[in-house]
């Protein structure tokens, strides 16, 4: 039997490039070799913005781009958490297995609450990596393709299973994290990534020329002024990017930048046009699945049909082995 990979987001609206790099490459990678389920976190959106009235055309927009680059929900269902109620019970169930002091040590929690400012953690924020054990349990998922930040979530998850196995008896695997090799591609300003709210992305869905002017505005060596200045490309996420998305051409950019020949707005321009040659299979789905939007409708709602089924069969031994629910 195949093993089971359970992978999943937050619908924060169309995907970028970091996650492309972080997260989808990897889950297309493996969609063959594994049994997949692909969950869109629509409920985990809440823990961070209570303004509901987008998760829904975010899930959709998220959706799409999965498609678009090439996952296949024939092989793998795709569904929202919020449509399987299961979801919400072992979540419950998971919460009287770990410690508040627990969670509180969680460091992705941590940087949360430090970038975005938040002062008071409410209950169910603190509970993010309980009901994302309850996600990936609830499929015995043996493996989640995750990037770094979501280690402590996974160690959480197999601390659960362990409780709950011990407690009641064998019902969870034990899964385990796989860290893409890029897990982190730097955003556009210098951050260590890209992210939405920092608003320092390359989307899947922008054109050529979109990709041509947000790649501009991206940050190089500080120490390159000039055109003919010397570069160090190992401090410019340029230079990351093209180790990415033009690796043929790497050695030559490298020396380029370095001896002053190449400048920063033509390498700039060279590697967008890599990253839109990369983007254009992407780009070509969407536009197929943006204009038959009940053909996604009709993707997600087989999915969830499908994802319940599993969810079911899980919870009904959960019942089992604990003689409750
Ligand atoms: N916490 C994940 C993130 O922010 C999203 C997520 C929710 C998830 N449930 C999951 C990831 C289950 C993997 C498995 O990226
Ligand atoms: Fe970065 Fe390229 Fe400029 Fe070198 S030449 S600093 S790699 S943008």
Redesign the pocket.
Known sequence: MKKRI?????PTGKLHLGHLVG?LENWVALQDEYENFH?I?DY?ALTTNLDSSEIYQNSLDMLIDWLAVGLDPVKSPMFR?SQIKEHTELHLIFSMLITSARLERNPTLKDQIRDLNIENVTYGHLG?PV??AA??LLYK?NV?P??E??VP?IEITREIARRFNTQWGEVFPEPEAKLTKFARLPGLNGDMKMSKSAGNTILLADSPDEIKKRLRTAVTDPLKVRRNDPGRPEVCLVFTYHQKFNPAEVPEVEAGCRSGALGCVDCKMNCASKIADALAPAREKRTYYESRLSEVKEILHDGETRAKQVAQTTMGEVHEVMKVG
Do not use: E, P, T
């Open positions: 359970l992978s999943g987001m937050r997260a969950l976190a985990h958490q993010y009901l994302q996600d990936i998922g989640v995750v990037g930040d979501q979530h």
